[in-house]
């Protein structure tokens, strides 16, 4: 069971670069990584997902060591509005029954 | 579009009663979850619908039924509420099983007395 750990907080001030890396060493050949974002009384939102080396989009970038033991996701200058519970997954299609959420970071960003 | 939507957003229920939670898609996805959230927890798959007609048991299945009724729709049964079972439940949908970004509805806030 591909499991993760995550950092239970993290504080940060508007602007800062925050980076939160997730630990997942039993993870698969075959399973992704998939990055979640969550504000109070709302359902997830989907923020990225990769395989291994960096992906990058307009919102986060995510690294992929090689040995893919580990995970960091890497919001650049945030705001306010980015504080939220960030999510961690690990999993892949044939194996959803194992999907593991756990209780993922809670970030503050200070003004 | 409405994306994932979810009935009732609230409801009480008492221990023995139960009720069915109600979640519809309009993305024409393929793939349809369910998930619980317990107070400062993450969230847990209770089930899940990999395509239509098929349904599998996710990490917490006990004391629940899911019918995909359709492509769009999947339902949460709760044949006989318990406290336990107090929780926030959201719905998801994908394109495909979780490669594919999952959409979450707006949840629906459950407590058993």
């Known amino acids: 069971l591909a499991k993760t750990t995550q950092p239970i907080s993290m504080d940060s001030y508007e602007g800062q670069e925050v980076n939160i890396t997730c630990s997942h060493n039993?993870?698969?050949?075959?399973?992704?990584i998939t990055w979640y974002q969550q504000f109070p009384s709302q359902g997830p939102r989907f923020i990225i997902q990769?395989?291994?080396t960096k992906v990058t989009n307009e919102v986060a970038s995510l690294f992929i060591p090689a040995d893919r033991k580990s995970s960091t996701l890497s919001l650049p200058r945030v705001s306010l509005s980015d504080t939220a519970v960030y999510y961690c997954?690990?999993?892949?299609?044939?194996?959803?029954?194992?999907?593991?959420f756990g209780r993922g970071t809670q970030l503050t960003v200070w003004p | 579009n409405a994306g994932v939507t979810q009935t009732p957003k609230f409801q009480v229920l008492k221990t023995g009663q139960s009720m069915t939670l109600q979640c519809a898609q309009d993305m024409n996805h393929n793939s349809m979850y369910w998930y619980r959230q317990d107070p400062g927890m993450g969230l847990r798959l209770i089930y899940y619908?990999?395509?239509?007609?098929?349904?599998d048991k996710g990490e917490v299945p006990n004391g629940y039924n899911v019918s995909r009724l359709n492509k769009r729709e999947f339902s949460l049964r709760l044949e006989s509420a318990a406290p336990s079972q107090t929780s926030v439940y959201f719905c998801?949908?994908?394109?495909?099983?979780?490669?594919?970004?999952?959409?979450f509805g707006p949840g629906t806030r459950l407590t058993v007395l």
């Open positions: 039993n993870i698969a050949t075959n399973d992704y």
């Open positions: 998801a949908s994908s394109e495909a099983i979780l490669r594919d970004e999952q959409f």
């Open positions: 619908s990999a395509s239509e007609g098929t349904t």
């Open positions: 997954l690990v999993g892949r299609g044939s194996t959803l029954g194992r999907l593991y």
């Open positions: 990769g395989y291994k």
